[in-house]
Nanobody, 119 residues
Framework: QVQLVESGGGLVQAGDSLRLSCAAS????MGWFRQAPGKEREFVAA????????VYADSVKGRFTISRDNAKNTVYLQMNSLKPEDTAVYYC????????????????WGQGTQVTVSS
C-alpha cells in the first residue's frame, strides 16, 4: 500500500510557473495525471524509481519537468509557461510502469490538487 500526499496547486496567470509536490510512503515509479471538467483523466508525466527515466505528454514537453528526491520519497512537477488549457485537477499516481500513459495502469492515487490558469 502506497500513500500519496500532493501539494502546490493554486491560481496563477498565463505564463506563470508552479511546482507541485507529491510525497509517497515508499519508493516507487511515480507519475502525474490531470483531469479537466468534463474530460477524461490524462497522462502528464512520469518518472521511474531511480529518476533516470522520464516520459512526458506531448502537450507539456518543454514546459513541464518531473523530478524526484528519493531521500524524501517525493516527486515534483515543475510547470513553466502555464496556459489556460493546463487548468485541471492534478493527480499524483504510483505503482505503474513509467511509460504507461493510461490511468488504469497505475495502482495508487493522491487526492488531487487544483491548478487554475487564468488568461
Amino acid at each position: 500500500q502506497v500513500q500519496l500526499v500532493e501539494s502546490g496547486g493554486g491560481l496563477v496567470q498565463a505564463g506563470d510557473s508552479l511546482r507541485l509536490s507529491c510525497a509517497a510512503s515508499g519508493r516507487t515509479t511515480m507519475g502525474w495525471f490531470r483531469q479537466a471538467p468534463g474530460k477524461e483523466r490524462e497522462f502528464v508525466a512520469a518518472i521511474n524509481w531511480s529518476g533516470g527515466n522520464t516520459v512526458y505528454a506531448d502537450s507539456v514537453k518543454g514546459r513541464f519537468t518531473i523530478s524526484r528526491d528519493n531521500a524524501k520519497n517525493t516527486v515534483y512537477l515543475q510547470m513553466n509557461s502555464l496556459k489556460p488549457e493546463d487548468t485541471a485537477v492534478y493527480y499524483c499516481a504510483a505503482g505503474g510502469l513509467y511509460y504507461n500513459k493510461t490511468p488504469k495502469g497505475w495502482g495508487y492515487w493522491g487526492q488531487g490538487t487544483q491548478v487554475t490558469v487564468s488568461s
